[in-house]
């Protein structure tokens, strides 16, 4: 290896570092916070232990505060996220397959328009959804937050693509003249196919969903459909009287970053393993 090789792999390796102690330092704050009592939290290093190591204490109390209403929370966050996410990663595929392999009027048209539906903030779009909800009966519902979350013009985009360069029209003339329908051929091959693009749409739209803080708080006024994110702003607001509840959010902060490590701890090995899924001989 050359020096000037050697030089730039070093500045690369520094540079990606450097992005991986931002994203993990907090993280890592989180998890050491957690651990101590109150009176540590505010009166030791940030990264330092504590005097007393207080995690499963605070974990009961997390778990046993309202009644125990963070498992509600914990619920609902998973229903909305882990649903939420594979019926969008499911309507993504099979409109993005559609786009790809079908040709229609208007289709060019049609992606157009998704990809403008890309450069709107989510939170432009919230308090008309509410009213809209709202005149239909299904505001402070499940459904108030499942229903927009099945939207992913991200999603649709990147399924589009990967579907046009990983699924070959050779495939679908084949399994058309062996007698296959459309929709056989789309869950039977095309998925297979396009896996590692669905793994990649259903984590982020996990992610967002799961840390999706606006549509919750205009949508939800009942406590008890609310996702840890909403739960935990609103035990924030309870530190001024309370300043146990520092505690407590920062415990149940730790714990809301765990489903989402293991997500994609799980789904990694579907992500590399898929990588070559619909290879053809030439």
């Given at each position: ?96 397959f559609a786009l790809a392999k079908y ?180």
């Amino acid at each position: 290896m050359t020096p000037t090789r050697r030089r730039s792999r070093i500045l690369v390796t520094g540079v990606l570092a450097l992005f991986a102690a931002y994203f993990v330092v907090p993280v890592l704050w989180v998890f050491i916070a957690a651990t101590k009592t109150t009176s540590d939290l505010f009166d030791s290093f940030g990264f330092a232990l504590g005097g007393e190591f207080a995690l499963g204490a605070n974990i009961a109390e997390v778990l046993s505060v309202n009644g125990g209403i963070f498992w509600r929370w914990t619920l609902n966050s998973l229903l909305y996220s882990v649903g939420g996410a594979l019926l969008a990663t499911l309507l993504a595929a099979a409109a993005g397959f559609a786009l790809a392999k079908y040709r229609f009027r208007g289709r060019e048209l049609v992606f157009g328009l998704v990809l403008g539906g890309v450069l709107v903030p989510a939170a432009a779009t919230a308090l008309p959804l509410y009213l809209l909800f709202s005149q239909i009966g299904l505001a402070n519902t499940y459904w108030a937050v499942l229903l927009p979350s099945l939207i992913s013009p991200f999603g649709l985009y990147l399924c589009r693509i990967y579907a046009d360069a990983s699924v070959p029209d050779t495939v679908i003339e084949a399994a058309r003249l062996e007698g296959a329908g459309e929709g056989r051929i789309f869950f039977s091959l095309a998925l297979r196919m396009m896996s590692p693009a669905l793994v990649t749409v259903f984590l982020f739209q996990m992610v967002g969903i799961w840390n999706n803080y606006f549509l919750p708080l205009v949508m939800l006024a009942d406590e008890e459909l609310y996702p840890i994110t909403l739960g935990l702003v609103t035990w924030q607001s309870y530190q001024g009287r309370d300043i146990g509840m520092y505690t407590n959010v920062v415990t149940g902060s730790m714990l809301s970053v765990i489903p989402l490590i293991l997500a994609i701890v799980i789904l990694q090995r579907f992500w590399r393993g898929g990588l070559t899924a619909g290879a053809v001989k030439g």
